[in-house]
Antibody, heavy 130, light 108 residues
Framework: QVQLQQWGAGLLKPSETLSLTCAVY????????WSWIRQPPGKGLEWIGE???????NYNPSLKSRVTISVDTSKNQFSLKLSSVTAADTAVFYC????????????????????????WGKGATVTVSS | SSELTQDPAVSVALGQTVRITCQGD??????ASWYQQKPGQAPVLVIY???NRPSGIPDRFSVSSSGNTASLTITGAQAEDEADYYC???????????FGGGTKLTVL
């Protein structure tokens, strides 16, 4: 059973760089999208970005200028760096495994895509405060 | 468009059926996936694709879709179903992941 274990600094000052790492245990690293998601207190889920096993990344356009996601396939780990943090970056951060596939539509009417995140880390609380 | 829209809150009487909807342009080409989140816990995938449930998810959860709208239906809602529910897909470009704003389900 695949498990994600995440860790990183929980308390930062404004302008510092947030750094979190997520380790993948019990499953393959390739063939999936590895995402970071955050959730500010009392608010919804916000996707930050993703990386695949070959290091190809996609980022949320609203955060792209401050985000770097990297991968270490030798350790089955991927990491998040978010620079120049402010109090607005205070949130619970999750790592998750995503999978995308093509699914034939009913009655042979073309196809759909299916994307889902089936494994999540427990979450790490990051607080930004002076 | 990169947005998915959900109603903020829905309520249902114990044992009754409730539908939670999600709208967005990407749903014309992507099946929505749905996540349940209880306070203080990580989201849990409850259904994805045409109508696939991960192991351990009860069959009272089902999905349907039409045009740009996906719906999560809970048939015979239980007290333990009270939670926040989020829909999710990739955007129309396929390059980004999007979440709906979430629906708070109250079981009365």
């Amino acid at each position: 059973q695949v498990q994600l274990q995440q860790w990183g600094a929980g308390l930062l000052k404004p302008s510092e760089t947030l750094s979190l790492t997520c380790a993948v245990y019990g499953g393959s690293f390739s063939g999936y999208y590895w995402s970071w998601i955050r959730q500010p207190p009392g608010k919804g889920l916000e996707w930050i970005g993703e990386i695949n096993h070959s290091g190809s990344t996609n980022y949320n356009p609203s955060l792209k200028s401050r985000v770097t996601i990297s991968v270490d396939t030798s350790k089955n780990q991927f990491s998040l760096k978010l620079s120049s943090v402010t109090a607005a970056d205070t949130a619970v951060f999750y790592c998750a495994r995503g999978y995308k596939k093509i699914v034939p539509a009913a009655l042979g009417l073309g196809y759909y895509y299916s994307y889902y995140m089936d494994v999540w880390g427990k979450g790490a609380t990051v607080t930004v405060s002076s | 468009s990169s947005e998915l829209t959900q109603d903020p809150a829905v309520s249902v009487a114990l044992g009754q059926t409730v539908r939670i909807t999600c709208q967005g342009d990407s749903l014309r080409s992507y099946y929505a996936s749905w996540y349940q989140q209880k306070p203080g816990q990580a989201p849990v995938l409850v259904i994805y694709g045409e109508n696939n449930r991960p192991s351990g998810i009860p069959d009272r959860f089902s999905v349907s879709s039409s045009g740009n709208t996906a719906s999560l239906t809970i048939t015979g809602a239980q007290a333990e179903d009270e939670a926040d529910y989020y829909c999710n897909s990739r955007d129309t470009s396929g390059n980004h992941v999007v979440f709906g704003g979430g629906t708070k389900l109250t079981v009365l």
